[in-house]
């Protein structure tokens, strides 16, 4: 079972900026696995930000686009996030997730970090 865990939520004003960080899993998973950012927000459905497949290539959430990068370093088995920018809208559980493939669903994503809350207030 692969273990994940984020680090680096917290409070910030509109236009403000955050580093989400995701460590854990094996080193392989790094080089050949996809790995991406979900939040989710109460009472909605869990949703992707951000996804960086292996070949290195990314796709971003609409919403997000121009404002979030994601990257990883596969020597530090870290995943990042970088938010800048931030809005209220943008208020949610951060999690970071893994898998052989990039899916589009949060259902097609087996490893999973616990989470980790970032509040934008305007």
């Known amino acids: 079972e692969i273990r994940l865990a984020e680090s680096g939520g917290g409070s910030v004003q509109a236009g403000g900026s955050l580093r989400l960080s995701c460590a854990g899993g094996?080193?392989?998973?790094?080089?050949?696995?996809?790995m991406a950012w979900f939040r989710q927000a109460p009472g909605k459905e869990r949703e992707e930000v951000a996804s960086l497949e292996s070949n290195g290539a990314t796709r971003y959430a609409d919403s997000v686009k121009g404002r979030f990068t994601i990257s990883k370093d596969n020597t530090k088995r870290t995943l990042y996030l970088q938010m800048n920018n931030l809005k209220p809208e943008d208020t949610a559980t951060y999690f970071c997730?893994?898998?052989?493939?990039?899916?589009?669903?949060?259902?097609?994503?087996?490893?999973w970090g616990q989470g980790t809350q970032v509040t934008v207030s305007a």
């Open positions: 997730a893994a898998e052989s493939s990039c899916g589009r669903r949060w259902t097609d994503f087996g490893a």
């Open positions: 094996p080193r392989y998973m790094y080089s050949v696995y996809c």
